[in-house]
Nanobody, 126 residues
Framework: VQLVESGGGLAQAGGSLRLSCATSTADFSWYFMGWFRQVLGKERDFVAGISRDHGSTYYADSVKGRFTITRDIARSTVYLVMDGLKPEETAVYYC????????????????????WGQGTQVTVSS
């Protein structure tokens, strides 16, 4: 399966963007999807994640209350709405998919995911 991301771009500090991540195959069965971000030369960091069946959501502490992850099962798409953006959140944002069960204590590890999107640049100006 391929993951197709869209929605990155330029925002001012305090502004908002919405990212989308769709699977290339409709009705593809997945267990969990997450968003990560990466600054050049640094590790890929977990931002948010959501389970397919129950819609349970998880967030990095740094984005709680500002970012919202949702899923549209019919469209096989996951969204990340980012409000209150900060310049330090400028990064390439990636969505990732896990096809099998994953425990909550593992969802922040990028190596636990089976497929990745191509990444979308988010730039937040001050």
């Amino acid at each position: 399966v391929q993951l197709v991301e869209s929605g990155g771009g330029l925002a001012q500090a305090g502004g908002s963007l919405r990212l989308s991540c769709a699977t290339s195959t409709a009705d593809f069965s997945w267990y969990f999807m997450g968003w990560f971000r990466q600054v050049l030369g640094k590790e890929r960091d977990f931002v948010a994640g959501i389970s397919r069946d129950h819609g349970s959501t998880y967030y990095a502490d740094s984005v709680k209350g500002r970012f919202t992850i949702t899923r549209d099962i019919a469209r096989s798409t996951v969204y990340l709405v980012m409000d209150g953006l900060k310049p330090e959140e400028t990064a390439v944002y990636y969505c990732a998919l896990r096809t099998t069960v994953i425990t909550v204590d593992r969802i922040t590890y990028s190596r636990e995911y089976d497929a990745w999107g191509q990444g979308t640049q988010v730039t937040v100006s001050s």
